[in-house]
């Protein structure tokens, strides 16, 4: 299960914390969620600190939202290697 929660400022800037597991089913969800906010002239950051598992399926929307200018912060030091592995620039937690 995923659960994505919002924490919004007052201008551009909206981050999505994903807590749970990151699986097929779910990376449609979040894929419809970003592309919504970039629509709407957000800049969109994902924080993962609260991400316990990635699918493989899960891993490759992460990497193709990267890619399309989706931030990505909070990482465990698994997740971030998985993550670089797949060429995405990521900020560790300690």
Do not use: K, Y
Not at 5 to 23: A, C, K, S, W
Not at 61 to 79: D, F, K, Q, Y
Request: charged share 25%; net charge negative; glycine share 12%.
């Amino acid at each position: 299960m995923l659960r994505i929660q919002r924490d919004e400022d007052e201008g551009d800037h909206v981050t999505l914390i994903l807590q749970g597991r990151l699986v097929t089913g779910w990376t449609d969800l979040l894929e419809r969620e970003c592309g919504e906010l970039r629509r709407a002239g957000r800049r969109v950051v994902l924080d993962l600190s609260e991400l316990v598992f990635i699918g493989p399926t899960g891993l490759e929307t992460l990497a193709r939202l990267a890619r399309s200018g989706v931030g990505i912060v909070g990482c465990s030091p698994l997740i971030a290697a998985m993550l670089e592995q797949e060429g995405v620039a990521v900020t560790r937690t300690n």
